[in-house]
């Protein structure tokens, strides 16, 4: 069973531009949550998807948001880069919400903002 | 508001010996403890989870156990291996329907063999 795979991998933009990144989680899995990951702040909630509505929100600028298709791959938008933007972001799935349970991970895209 | 905390943020040991991570959460209706690994590269692995009707969980050489009277939760690791080197973070989250967890700052395990 394939994992969750994100697109791409490594990215480098500069300040002010925006970038889309991209998550295909496990087949079956209809929940996509999306993280950003720094050495200062640590794994932050970015929001969460099911059924290609966003369930919850974390407390990220209006310049972060996201979508999910109806095969639930998910997207996430980030506009008008700053320096501080610069991090990991990790997608997250599982089957969907309920009791929670475990999320799977992908290898995240690490953004570089010059 | 929700806050994990945890701690120690570097753990060195020597090969053989247990490691011990501690986290404490403040919202007291979370109620889904899960632990995750990450190495290098990688993004977080699933490696232990509880939930707050149990106490304690084993899986081979990991245990978690979770005192929700005191709001703490801890990893236990017996026997390590250099291969336990990585990262380790804890979380929590509520039972409120989302996905959302909230994530202790990571330790840094370091096993010399």
């Given amino acids: 069973k394939a994992g969750v795979t994100q697109t791409p991998r490594y990215l480098i933009k500069t300040r002010g531009q925006q970038v889309t990144l991209s998550c295909s989680p496990i087949s079956g899995h209809r929940s996509v949550s999306w993280y950003q990951q720094t050495p200062g702040q640590g794994l932050q909630f970015l929001f969460e998807y099911f059924s290609e509505t966003q369930r919850n929100k974390g407390n990220f600028p209006g310049r972060f948001s996201g979508r999910q298709f109806s095969n639930s791959r998910s997207e996430m938008n980030v506009s008008t880069l700053e320096l501080g933007d610069s991090a990991l972001y990790l997608c997250a799935s599982r089957r969907g919400p309920g009791i929670a349970g475990e999320q799977f991970f992908g290898p995240g895209t690490r953004l570089t903002v010059l | ?113």
Avoid at chain 2, 35 to 48: A, D, M, N, S, V
Avoid at chain 2, 101 to 112: A, C, D, K, S
Wanted: net charge negative.
């Fill in chain 2, 1 to 113: 508001g929700e806050n994990v905390e945890q701690h120690p943020s570097t753990l060195s040991v020597q090969e053989g010996d247990s490691a011990v991570i501690k986290c404490t959460y403040s919202d007291s209706a979370s109620n889904y403890f899960p632990w995750y690994k990450q190495e290098l590269g990688k993004g977080p692995q699933l490696i232990i989870d509880i939930r707050s009707n149990v106490g304690e969980k084993k899986d081979q050489r990991i245990a978690v156990t979770l005192n929700k009277t005191a709001k703490h939760f801890s990893l236990h690791i017996t026997e390590t291996q250099p291969e336990d080197s990585a990262v380790y973070f804890c979380a929590a989250s509520k039972p409120d329907n989302t996905d959302k967890l909230i994530f202790g700052t990571g330790t840094r395990l370091q096993v010399f063999p």
